[in-house]
T-cell receptor
């Protein structure tokens, strides 16, 4: 069974640009969550999508957005990039929502903002 | 305000020793407490989890101890092995929400 797939794995952008990251969940998983991982802040919750609807949202500015498609694949977008957005962005899928359970993480997309 | 505080930041243990990582949480409504293990270049993977209706849960060499009154929980790794060298994250959530608050992580190095 294939795991969570994130693309691209690495990318470099400059300040002011925007970026789109993609996540394909494990087959059959309908919930997709996104986390930002930095050395100083650890893992911070961005948002969760289930059945194409945002179910939960973290404390990030509106420059961070996401969406989920009917096949459960998800994308997140960061606009007007800032240096502080440099981080590893992790996608996690789970079977259901509304019931805390195991998150299956991808290997992440490492974003560097210059 | 950091919802989950984790210590220590790093830990060095000899092979065969016991590794202990501690976490404290703020929100008394949290009712699901997992531990995740992350190897370099990989995403975190669930190691073990506990709900507050029990004070201890053991799976192999890994044990979670939970103290509801103190709002603290800890991970004990018995007979630590070099292969356990990784970063460990505690987390907390409301059981009916798929939104987790993670600790800042503990980098464990088990010396052979």
């Amino acid at each position: 069974k294939a795991g969570v797939t994130q693309t691209p794995r690495y990318l470099i952008k400059t300040r002011g640009q925007q970026v789109t990251l993609s996540c394909s969940p494990i087959s059959g998983h309908r919930s997709v969550s996104w986390y930002q991982q930095t050395p100083g802040q650890g893992l911070q919750f961005l948002f969760e999508y289930f059945s194409e609807t945002q179910r939960n949202k973290g404390n990030f500015p509106g420059r961070f957005s996401g969406r989920q498609f009917s096949n459960s694949r998800s994308e997140m977008n960061v606009s007007t990039l800032e240096l502080g957005d440099s981080a590893l962005y992790l996608c996690a899928s789970s079977l259901v929502t509304g019931e805390a359970g195991e998150l299956f993480f991808g290997e992440g997309s490492r974003l560097t903002v210059l | 305000q950091q919802q989950v505080k984790q210590s220590p930041q790093s830990l060095i243990v000899q092979k065969g020793g016991i590794s202990i990582i501690n976490c404290a949480y703020e929100n008394t409504a949290f009712d699901y407490f997992p531990w995740y293990q992350q190897f370099p270049g990989k995403g975190p993977a669930l190691l073990i989890a506990i709900r507050p209706d029990v004070s201890e849960k053991k799976e192999g060499r890994f044990t979670i101890s939970f103290n509801k009154s103190a709002k603290q929980f800890s991970l004990h790794i018995m007979d630590s092995q070099p292969g356990d060298s990784a970063t460990y994250f505690c987390a907390a959530s409301l059981y009916n929400f798929n939104k987790f608050y993670f600790g800042s992580g503990t980098k464990l190095n088990v010396k052979p």
